[in-house]
């Protein structure tokens, strides 16, 4: 099976390249936005929707136009990729998958993709059309075909390039063991087998230096240099907490896709969940919704089954041994006694897990199931098991 698969690596460009790089990010956003207005305008007057191809002609003549021509600087097929992701932003805000598209700011993450015409020097630089090779640091090889490349600066000031190949895919048979896992607060993960792997809080941790720095950069004229460098720092704090989260999350879900041959985890509706204010800024720091993107890419790619599990099931208030619900628990009870067969749950978390996995497993029959009279029938979830 041909999957893709991308690998991202650090640019060190010198300031020749910087310059050209910077006109790069600026045409493609300029591109984004001016075709992002004239969509809106458009359907406004007269109730017409663009589409790419529709851009890509008035882009040709826009390019024409003397005022414009600066656009013929840089790559055309760079250009041409930013007017497909606003065409497929659009789709994706028809489809309800999306909020409506928004302008790209100078002061966000910028980037550009460049679809073909790039290679890799011997020498291990990145050769992009209408510039020289930008040094670059390969620290892990790559394995397939080159498909496209996205170079990116991120709001501190660092650029990446992101190789997008092609590769032939060999599955192995399936080893280990079925787990169940649960995500939380505290711990990022407790699996069904009792080992818990700590959520070190890395957000919490810079808490008060970003919370410093925010105070400072309020304090600062707008549109001045110091405002500028102060908000250079804040990013650069930013883009270190998400570093050291994404090497956790990296780590952790390889050694359990590694390891098990079936995960089966709670379909969690993250973006509910971070409405709660209480809770809304550790569950973006554990950030569980990239979390268990991982864990689906590393599935795909190690073999390992996920399953999810209907996020309206009871896993917590459930006692894995006998099915007797607690309808009372609040989130703060950490460990309680089931009081139909006295079974001391010690792990509240772990308890969670392993119905999750039982309730994978089908091994939950709607029959057996108890529940207390105060309970609110939950039939309808208990029925539905989503993979
Ligand atoms: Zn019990």
Not at 119 to 142: A, C, F, Y
Request: hydrophobic share 30%; aromatic share 8%.
């Amino acid at each position: 099976m041909i999957k893709n698969k991308a690998y991202k690596f650090r640019l060190y460009p010198n300031q020749e390249q910087e310059i050209f790089l910077a006109k790069c990010f600026g045409c493609s956003r300029f591109v984004y936005n001016h075709f992002l207005r004239l969509t809106i305008d458009t359907y406004a007057e007269s109730k017409q929707t663009l589409k790419y191809s529709n851009y890509a002609k008035l882009l040709t003549k826009l390019k024409r136009e003397v005022d414009y021509s600066w656009l013929k600087e840089v790559n055309s097929q760079a250009l041409q990729q930013s007017l497909k992701d606003l065409e497929k932003a659009f789709v994706s805000f028809f489809s309800k998958q999306n909020k409506f598209p928004r302008f790209k700011k100078k002061t966000n993450r910028q980037s550009f993709r460049v679809p073909q015409h790039f290679s890799i020097t011997e020498d291990g630089k990145l050769q992009l059309p209408k510039m020289k090779p930008i040094k670059m640091v390969i620290h892990r090889e790559i394995e397939g075909k080159l498909c496209n490349v996205t170079i990116s600066k991120t709001p501190g000031g660092k650029y990446y390039a992101s190789i997008v190949v092609e590769y032939e895919s060999e599955l192995s048979p399936l080893q280990g063991d079925r787990i169940g896992i649960d995500v939380n607060l505290d711990k990022i993960v407790v699996t069904s087998n009792g080992d818990e792997y700590d959520n070190p809080k890395y957000l919490k941790k810079s808490l008060k230096k970003l919370t410093r720095l925010y105070r400072c950069l309020s304090r600062k004229q707008k549109d001045s240099k110091k405002r500028n460098k102060a908000r250079l720092r804040l990013a650069k704090i930013h883009g270190k907490v998400a570093n050291q989260r994404l090497d956790l999350h990296h780590k952790l879900s390889t050694k359990l896709c590694k390891e098990n041959q079936l995960i089966a985890t709670e379909d969690l509706a993250i973006k509910n969940l971070i409405k709660n204010p209480k809770l809304s800024r550790h569950i973006a720091d554990v950030a569980w919704g990239k979390f268990l993107t991982l864990l689906g890419d590393k599935s795909e790619k190690l073999g390992c089954e996920i399953k999810k599990v209907d996020r309206f099931f009871p896993s917590s208030k459930r006692c894995h041994v006998c099915g007797w619900i607690k309808t009372d628990m609040t989130l703060k009870e950490r460990q309680w006694k089931c009081e139909e067969c006295h079974t001391f749950h010690d792990s509240r978390d772990r308890n969670a897990a392993l119905n999750i996995l039982l309730f994978a497993n089908n091994d939950i029959p709607q029959e057996v199931r108890k529940s207390t009279p105060k309970e609110i029938p939950e039939t309808v979830c208990i029925s539905r098991v989503t993979d």
